[in-house]
């Protein structure tokens, strides 16, 4: 498509939109990329639509390259698969359901799974057909609580979703490292900063499961990373190492203490140092056994109390507890929910109200570094008092244990014990072994090679398609606006026309059709009524990687080239121009 | 994508599909192309992908020539524009509504008027932006009350839909025929046998219209022609011409009769013929005239009765009335109707109880053909009698006419008067000037070159490219299945290895290499379990126009080359096979 800005469906605007906070949200409305229809449901501009599709091509071309055979679902889906495998109800208010004219239940896909399971049963039955890879890049469903910065986290988006079809574990092992690998090919051509981080399969079931986080300080992901020895994980993935059981024999034994006023750690470990000085140190926030109480909703409706146990200095993550408990979403625990567990004393909780034998039942998990043998402070079940030297495993004890404390900067790598970093990013790509979670929900089996039925063993490998739209936008601007990686831009060069003079236009456009002639893609600005100074605005905002000025300059028989990545300009005579142009689009 | 049949996603079937009634869903679903999730709802298998996203593409091409420019809306869409044009309510059960976790109203957009409207008028603002002409090729969603013949009319397909704005009605014109000629670009590309009739704007608004039908015997669209002056109209669209008003001076006075047991017209016209017989010639059915009431009931859900009258000898067509009364659908006038109307004889149905003036009050609307001055047997409103020699214009009238009479062929042409020819075909594209309506409703103003601020004027453009897809199939195919037009095939050549010497299927697959090297599309069948039988019977299926055998002849250094359409082989020396196969499928 010949583009002209005089004819181009584009307005760029100066102002950010008043709902966008992240630059790239910022930028792609700003430069018309993209238009806000309702929250987190956007229209493809022109332009937009172009860098849409060849994020969308380069993923096309690798999933290919791994042998993954395309095909294309509806989005539109019968309720019935859902209900098989239970995410009908378990994704809860994300799912968009629907009723169509005879009152049948329709849901808008968020993923497919059940799909593509039922649609593999359908049509093959032997381990001959297998392995098999198949995928889509499709429009999804999901209708998020908080859609969040234009397309980075939207209600309609595009994703690719595959799936490998395999009759053992070591074909799932095999068509994982293909999948991982051509996921490393496509963030690699994206021209993304990105982090492979292990991660938890979460509600899809499963077990080895890995990210691909494009870095970015305003990504909605926190990840842990190593320098050390290379770990590197999402925080609801992070494994605490526990420290080892220690002995107590020498331990004193526990003993309640009047604690008037201390309901939050830091009213008490003020008190503890002034009421109970230690000899060789203050106390802190580390002594104190902290117990939170939250209100989980399962899938079906039912409400199921649920108390943490976790070192006083330490939060409770939210996105950690959550991945722990999936699919059961968490809520607060209430007023009226603590005047149904009158032993629980508000501010005062200790384990003697926790637990199967706890005086109020609740369910009770423990953080792992409450170990055998640690002694701590914690409440006493009364207004008011505290527990010391309380020692775990000795003088209480509890229903398990669960990884929901905040992860720090600091932490020891689980893996070598280093100090871990951390960092921001955003979920580009997520693939993980599903495993026989779907096979076995859907009836999905073929046979061996000794004529008996195997459960089909799954794997499920997904990428954010407009999602990466934004994610490279994000992690490619400057204050001037968007800088394309070539492979990405919607044009490989943007010719300006910087004058109102005939032989201006007449040159830029003989210049745009030699250059179109010669397969590159052009944008030429052959504006009358807009000056230099906005055109030169908004070739900076748009941000396709090559600038071309056809101005004074002509007059003595050059153009300038300028490289809108690095600001660098070159003077270049007419005569060199297509030479010129064609070798800086095609070296970088 | 390389493409063996030993690993391609694909199974045929040697059954038609139970709910499979015409012939290019019978094809579709057995040579492996689409496959049903839900009545309406089709998933697209590798091959049939490949079909869609050609069609896309020659649809996609000529929209770029005319200057068209491609975005993408979304399909998940808000309410309130809908609301605006009325459309949320006026199309009744065919749209899909849903709400959102926060109980906003959404629709899964059915065609985007709405959404192209507002978006101009967001970003455009002045006549020098005009002319333009925008498309998407998108999803879009119907709750169809009869889904129909697999994807020829489904609940969700694919559609490109454009839309042009202009500033005056010579703008239009332009861009209609601007479009009106990409069109016929498109339909010759895709390899259609079609017509391009005259069309009602229906629920869209707006003045001239035109559909582009496929002909075909299973087509649900009748459409008569005359092949004298070239008319060519939708039934919906025919427009009878009314004879002249007759003098009715000479006609003797009406008078009621009794004509006892005659409800219907077939009775009543035998006893006229014993009763008062015609001294010149019997009576037939086109003496009388025939009132019928309908029940219509209004997008807000009111209901109105109607009374047509046409004369005797023709039924009232439910699609020539659906169109007229649209927005309105039509039901059954059903007993209890007839209860609440008392002066309604069934059976006896007069212009005595009908119109402003009639008994009933009921509003009554005639065929064009009861002009001033002829004379009818109708009904009496009395049960068992009718009334002879009543004067239309002397003894009743109505309260306008209406185009409900089914067309016949034979009927005079509304152009030049031949007999018209009755056919049936596909509707795969249509193209209309929608005025102001949208642009009214939504308020799309722009400057003019008097700082003047006027209403856009809009053109709608569609294509049906999922049903264009179904459409080349039921046009292409024979009693062994598909034949598909070669620039829309899945591939451009289908090999055969017809044998299971290694020679064989070393030979194919070197010959499959060297084809896909100099840029071909093959598939090629490397089963080794499969029989030479199989193959063919598979190939034939499939359909791809040009079949290649390797199998026994290669002993003596030859390979065959079917034409798939023809059924003409020819046997082509191995060292020539690379040439002529690609001569084969280049010169077509």
């Known amino acids: 498509m010949a583009m002209r800005m005089s004819s181009l469906f584009l307005r760029t605007l100066r102002e950010n939109p008043a709902d966008a906070e992240v630059p790239s949200h910022q930028l792609l409305v700003r430069a018309g990329y993209i238009r806000r229809v309702s929250p987190g449901i956007y229209t493809w501009l022109p332009l937009g639509l172009k860098v849409l599709r060849r994020v969308e091509q380069i993923v096309r071309e690798e999933m290919d390259e791994i042998g993954s055979q395309e095909l294309l679902f509806p989005a539109l889906l019968p ?13 809860g208010a994300n799912l968009f359901r629907l009723k169509d004219r005879r009152e049948g239940d329709y849901l808008l896909g968020p993923t497919h799974e059940e799909m593509f399971t039922l649609l593999v049963k359908d049509m093959f039955s032997s381990y001959k057909d297998l392995p098999l890879a198949l995928y889509q890049i499709q429009t999804k469903y999901r209708d998020e609580a908080r859609p969040r910065a234009g397309i980075l986290r939207g209600r309609e988006f595009v994703m690719k979703d595959s799936y490998s079809f395999d009759i053992d574990e070591a074909g799932l092992d ?18 993304f900063h ?21 870095t970015a300080e305003n990504g909605e992901d926190t990840y842990v990373r190593c320098d050390n020895c290379g770990y590197a994980a999402n925080v609801e993935a992070v494994q605490v190492t526990a420290p080892p059981a220690q002995p107590y024999d020498a331990l004193p034994a526990s003993h309640v203490e009047d604690t008037p006023d201390t309901p939050t750690i830091e009213t008490l470990v003020a008190h503890l140092n002034s009421a109970f000085p230690k000899a060789d140190r203050e106390w802190t926030a580390a002594d104190t056994l902290k117990n939170v109480v939250v209100m989980l909703v399962h899938p079906d409706g039912t409400r199921e109390p649920l108390a943490i146990g976790v070192p006083g200095d330490r939060e409770v993550d939210e996105k950690r507890l959550g991945a722990q408990v999936e699919p ?18 508000k501010g005062y909780i200790g384990p003697g109200a926790l637990g199967e034998k706890g005086t109020s039942g609740l369910r009770y998990l423990l953080d792992p570094r409450v170990v055998e043998g640690t002694a701590w402070v914690t409440g006493a079940d009364q207004p008011g008092r505290h527990v010391l030297d309380l020692v775990a495993g000795r003088d209480f004890s509890a229903d398990g244990t669960i990884e929901a404390a905040e992860v720090r900067p600091g932490d020891a790598c689980p893996s070598c014990g280093s100090p871990l970093l951390s960092a921001r990013g955003i979920e580009m790509g997520h693939i993980f072994q599903l495993g026989t979670k779907y096979a076995e ?16 063993i799954m794997g499920s490998y997904g990428i954010g398609v407009s999602r990466a739209v934004a994610a490279i936008a994000e992690g490619n601007h400057d204050e001037f606006g968007l800088v394309w990686p070539r492979h990405i831009s919607p044009a490989d060069v943007h010719i300006v026309a910087a004058g109102k003079d005939d032989s201006i236009l007449t040159y830029g456009e003989e210049l745009t059709r030699a250059l179109e002639a ?4 052009v944008l030429f600005d052959d504006r009358r009524q807009a000056s230099p100074g906005v055109k030169f605005k908004d070739a900076e905002l748009i941000g396709i990687p090559t600038i ?41």
């Open 194 to 214: 990105y982090v492979i981080v292990q991660a938890m399969a979460g509600a899809m079931g499963g077990s080895k499961s890995e990210e691909f986080l494009a």
């Open 441 to 456: 929900a859907l009836d999905l089996k073929v046979l061996d090679e000794f004529g008996k039925l195997q459960t089909v």
């Open 328 to 345: 059961a979403t968490v809520t607060a625990f209430e007023e009226k929910d603590f005047a149904a567990y009158p032993t629980l004393a």
């Open 174 to 191: 095999k068509s994982y490292d293909l999948h991982r690998s051509a996921y490393v090919k496509i963030f690699d051509r994206l021209g």
């Open 518 to 521: 010669g397969g590159l893609e």
């Open 548 to 588: 071309v000025v056809v101005g004074k300059g002509l007059a003595d028989g050059t153009i300038e080239i300028k490289d809108r990545r690095s600001g660098e300009r070159r003077t270049v005579p007419v005569a060199d121009a297509i030479a010129e142009i064609t070798r800086e689009v095609t070296s970088a």
């Open 79 to 91: 309720r019935e698969p859902y209900e098989a495998t239970g995410r009908w109800s378990e994704y």
